[in-house]
């Protein structure tokens, strides 16, 4: 089996800024638009949702954030586990609210048309890999990323599979069950949350 690492950029936060001050933070930019550092698993978490019968196999998944604090993404290795190649694969992340987020990155899962199958047994290769950097304290802080308590957690799920004979691989039921949990338990967070903020203090 050939294996080789990729990452998937996420949830893009756009800022507002003058153009003199984008002008002025360009250099700075620059250096930390692909440096990430791996979110501590007491902090944030990753689960892999079980989809019995999905042709994608995961391995060594874990989240990243960027240093800027501008971009979350999603590291490991994906592989064809199935029989059948594979023209393109559509996954996606359900936060804890129940909201849900599209991954791309590179080969068949850039959406695009291509002539190259993933073949059974074939991991996907990364093109431009994230350069990781040791989180530290200042990274911490900078980040919200300090241990004592998880803040959140996502699901990662294949959303579908097309093959190379133009037959699809799909799972409604799963995906519909989890958001429908996800936004249940968001809710419930959620009014936990008001109500304490406004308990008086005693």
Not at 52 to 62: E, H, L, R, T, W
Not at 158 to 162: A, E, G, K, L, Y
């Given at each position: 089996?050939?294996?080789?690492?990729?990452?998937?950029?996420?949830?893009?936060?756009?800022?507002a800024?003058?153009?003199?001050?984008?002008?002025?933070?360009q250099p700075?930019?620059?250096?930390?638009?692909?440096?990430?550092?791996v979110?501590?698993?007491?902090v944030?978490?990753?689960?892999?949702?079980?989809q019995?019968?999905?042709?994608?196999?995961?391995?060594?998944?874990?989240l990243?954030?960027?240093?800027d604090?501008?971009?979350?993404?999603?590291?490991?290795?994906?592989?064809n586990?199935?029989?059948?190649?594979?023209?393109?694969?559509?996954?996606?992340l359900?936060?804890?609210?129940?909201?849900?987020?599209?991954?791309?990155?590179?080969?068949?899962?850039?959406?695009?048309?291509?002539?190259?199958?993933?073949?059974p047994?074939?991991?996907?290769?990364?093109?431009?890999?994230?350069?990781?950097?040791?989180?530290?304290?200042?990274?911490?802080?900078?980040l919200?990323l300090?241990?004592?308590?998880?803040?959140?957690?996502?699901?990662?799920m294949?959303?579908?599979?097309?093959f190379?004979?133009?037959?699809?691989?799909?799972?409604?039921k799963?995906?519909?069950s989890?958001?429908?949990?996800?936004?249940?338990?968001?809710?419930?967070?959620?009014?936990?949350?008001?109500?304490t903020?406004r308990?008086?203090?005693?």
């Open positions: 089996m050939k294996r080789t690492s990729f990452s998937y950029l996420l949830i893009p936060v756009l800022l800024i003058s153009s003199c001050a984008r002008i002025h933070a700075q930019y620059q250096r930390e638009e692909n440096r990430y550092v979110e501590p698993p007491d944030v978490f990753l689960l892999i949702a079980s019995p019968g999905s042709p994608i196999g995961f391995k060594d998944m874990k990243l954030a960027r240093i604090n501008r971009r979350t993404a999603v590291s490991g290795k994906i592989y586990a199935g029989t059948k190649p594979i023209r393109y694969v559509s996954l996606m359900v936060g804890y609210s129940g909201a849900v987020s599209t991954l791309r990155g590179s080969g068949p899962m850039s959406g695009a048309v291509r002539t190259e199958l993933l073949m047994g074939e991991e996907i290769q990364d093109e431009d890999p994230a350069e990781i950097v040791p989180l530290t304290e200042e990274l911490k802080e900078k919200n300090r241990g004592g308590r998880a803040k959140a957690f996502f699901v990662l294949v959303n579908s599979v097309t190379g004979d133009g037959t699809k691989y799909t799972d409604e799963t995906i519909t989890v958001r429908t949990y996800l936004e249940a338990l968001g809710e419930k967070i959620e009014n936990f949350e008001c109500s903020k308990r008086p203090d005693h």
